[in-house]
């Protein structure tokens, strides 16, 4: 017996071992203890050098520099970077899909019944206050390493686009099951000045009627219930959850976030929840400084979402580039200077039938009046800016990425810092300012013992356009990222390559060709920068992009961005210079994926010794 139990001994612990390897396989993986060495908490080159020690998901305790690491934990070397709180995207639309609002909850009527002259006992278009994404919650994992990458640890998944869209979550963006990622369930209502679907309500007075409808309806759910518990008279309340939470907002035990561009809709919801007695607040909000003082006195909680739409073209820009500067066209001829070439019969012919071309597009062309032009111009910088306004009237907020994602939101802030938004107040509206909103303030949003270990290491300040994220924890699961130097340019321009001028330039690819002028200027050692300027599709007007690259050889290369409303798209091309021609490929990157065109253009004639003279002498108008 006991020798049948000897040889049962290997299979019986193989059997166990492979037992525990299954179950430790199903058991959701624990942080590891992590020392995080030789980071700053200071944006400062000689701010001390301290270490991070996390147990448990969380920061234990904050060590100086000297002190010995525990030796049972791992060791991440952090090179003397920047520790920054883990960003909070204080709204967004990620991870989940919202059911349609089912609009008849009341049993259905009789054909053959008599007219009523009342409404439906609930009619629910638009209404689902219910509805709750942390039951829902999914954090798709592109989207989850977008935002890490980014640099953000946590974001609030929120429905939008009803009436009453129904209760946001607060997660982080690891890689786990939605019930170890959800910090925080049902932590605001939202509301908006929109319900899908046909038939009433349509119209901002049907929605107007249509909440109050609800909220009257989710007042008197509340009064049966307290009657009915307390044995008094009247029917039995309806098991209705639309109504409950109606009742909350109606006794302000939940807030309501309303969406809001303009200052008259923020007004709107202003007024409307002194009318019902609902705790609101803001989001969206570009238009929010023209009612800073009410926001500040009210101490409404604000998300902007920098939803600045489609830049427009700036009027003046050609005459703030040109300012101060000669136009060496223009001047008269120096003594000195060789005469200029005759022109040939022929070569005047075919000017003169090129401007008569131009006159006759130009003659069915329309472009706005320099009026016009010039407001949409400042309205859309005064929507931008509008952060900025709200700081100097002492007004404070969040930042939400709406439907924009996470690169493009950290994008836009740090173009506010570039504009005058000082950079702690940008940070705080990225980190501890949410974290308070959503109520998670002693546990995310700062660098403290005791919080939760979510934090990035920067290079440098992370709203800095030069920043790179080395490594972000979130929950105390690091994530490593590669720190890819800027490539320098290396190679001098051969001798005679000069790529300056206006380029006639041809982009051709699966969606047929379209022209475009590139107009560039080179330095001796091959910088290069100048803008290229396009038509966009469906007759939307010229854009113009500012490109920047360099000249190896006989290689240009070229990069520039643009935005397609709150899409970023960025282009590089990489072209061969061929005298007075050049030919090569563009590549387009986008949300899309990416789109190679072949591209092909000529110069200008002329523009090359326009170049010349101009850096001997003065600038063209061709070359500011």
């Given at each position: 017996m006991i020798a049948s139990l000897g040889r049962a001994a290997p299979a019986l612990a193989a059997a166990v071992w492979i037992a525990s390897a299954a179950l430790a396989q199903?058991?959701?993986?624990?942080?590891?203890?992590?020392?995080?060495?030789?980071?700053?908490?200071?944006?400062?080159?000689?701010?001390?050098?301290?270490?991070?020690?996390?147990r448990d998901g969380r920061i234990e305790r904050i060590a100086k520099a000297d002190e010995a690491t525990p030796?049972?934990?791992?060791?991440?070397?952090?090179?003397?970077?920047?520790?920054?709180?883990?960003f909070v995207?204080?709204?967004?639309?990620?991870?989940?899909?919202?059911?349609?609002?089912?609009?008849?909850?009341?049993?259905?009527?009789?054909?053959?019944?008599?007219?009523?002259?009342?409404?439906?006992?609930?009619?629910?278009?638009?209404?689902?206050?219910?509805?709750?994404?942390?039951?829902?919650?999914?954090?798709?994992?592109?989207?989850?390493?977008?935002a890490r990458e980014a640099g953000f640890g946590a974001l609030l998944s929120a429905p939008s686009g009803q009436l009453l869209a129904g209760m946001s979550a607060l997660a982080t963006t690891r890689e786990a099951a939605a019930r170890d990622t959800i910090l925080a369930a049902d932590v605001f209502s939202h509301g908006a000045w929109r319900a899908s679907g046909g038939e009433y309500p349509s119209t901002l007075m049907g929605?107007?009627?249509?909440?109050?409808?609800?909220?009257?309806?989710?007042?008197?759910?509340?009064?049966?219930?307290?009657?009915?518990?307390?044995?008094?008279s009247g029917p039995r309340p309806s098991f209705d959850a639309d109504l409950e939470v109606g009742a909350r907002l109606a006794a302000k035990s939940q807030r309501l976030m309303c969406e809001a561009q303009s200052a008259q809709d923020i007004l709107r919801w202003v007024r409307l929840g002194d009318e019902l007695g609902l705790s609101i607040g803001i989001v969206g909000g570009r238009e929010a400084h023209k009612v800073a003082q009410t926001l500040k006195e009210r101490a409404i909680p604000l998300v902007l979402t920098l939803q600045w739409g489609e830049e427009p073209k700036d009027p003046s820009e050609k005459d703030k580039k040109g300012a101060g500067k000669k136009d060496a066209a223009k001047e008269a001829p120096k003594e000195g200077d060789a005469p200029k070439e005759e022109k040939k019969p022929d070569d005047a012919k075919a000017e003169k039938k090129?401007?008569?071309?131009?006159?006759d597009d130009a003659q069915w062309s329309y472009e706005e009046p320099l009026e016009v032009r010039q407001e949409k111009r400042r309205l859309w910088e005064e929507g931008r800016d509008c952060a900025i306004a709200l700081h100097k009237a002492g007004v404070e907020f969040s930042f939400g990425s709406a439907d924009g994602g996470a690169a493009e939101l950290l994008?836009?802030?740090?173009?506010?810092?570039?504009k005058g938004l000082p950079q702690d107040v940008a940070l705080a509206a990225l980190t501890s300012n949410p974290a308070r909103l959503c109520g998670v303030g002693a546990h995310v949003g700062a660098i403290k013992s005791g919080l939760d270990a979510s934090f990035g290491l920067w290079t440098a300040h992370p709203l800095t356009k030069d920043a790179k994220l080395g490594w972000l924890f979130v929950d105390g699961f690091p994530s490593e990222f590669e720190i890819k130097e800027d490539a320098k340019p290396e190679g001098k321009p051969d001798e005679g390559v000069d790529a300056s001028g206006t380029w006639a330039v041809e982009l051709k690819s699966d969606q047929g060709s379209r022209p475009g002028t590139l107009t560039v200027t080179m330095t001796p050692e091959g910088a290069v920068t100048?803008?290229?300027?396009?038509?966009?599709?469906?007759?939307?007007?010229?854009?113009?992009?500012?490109?920047?690259?360099?000249?190896?050889?006989?290689?240009?290369?070229?990069?520039?961005?643009?935005?397609?409303?709150?899409?970023?798209?960025?282009?590089?091309w990489k072209v061969e210079l061929d005298g007075e021609a050049f030919a090569g490929?563009?590549?387009?990157?986008?949300?899309?994926?990416?789109?190679?065109?072949?591209?092909?253009?000529?110069?200008?004639?002329?523009?090359?010794?326009?170049?010349?003279?101009?850096?001997?002498?003065?600038?063209?108008?061709?070359?500011?």
């Open positions: 199903q058991a959701p993986p624990r942080p590891q203890p992590y020392v995080v060495k030789d980071v700053r908490l200071e944006d400062r080159a000689d701010a001390p050098r301290v270490h991070l020690v996390l030796a049972a934990a791992r060791v991440v070397d952090g090179k003397g970077m920047l520790v920054v709180p883990a995207d204080a709204f967004t639309q990620v991870g989940f899909t919202a059911p349609e609002p089912v609009a008849d909850k009341d049993a259905p009527r009789s054909e053959a019944a008599d007219v009523l002259v009342d409404m439906r006992d609930a009619n629910r278009k638009g209404v689902q206050p219910a509805f709750s994404v942390a039951q829902a919650f999914a954090l798709p994992t592109d989207k989850g390493k977008a929605y107007h009627a249509q909440l109050r409808q609800f909220f009257f309806d989710a007042q008197r759910h509340a009064l049966l219930a307290r009657r009915y518990e307390a044995g008094q090129k401007d008569d071309k131009k006159d994008k836009r802030v740090r173009t506010l810092v570039e100048g803008t290229y300027t396009t038509a966009m599709p469906g007759g939307a007007g010229e854009r113009t992009i500012d490109v920047k690259g360099h000249v190896s050889g006989k290689t240009l290369t070229l990069k520039g961005s643009f935005s397609i409303g709150d899409i970023e798209v960025e282009s590089a490929s563009v590549t387009t990157k986008g949300p899309w994926g990416e789109n190679v065109s072949e591209a092909s253009a000529t110069r200008k004639p002329g523009q090359h010794e326009e170049h010349v003279d101009a850096t001997n002498g003065g600038c063209s108008d061709e070359h500011p």
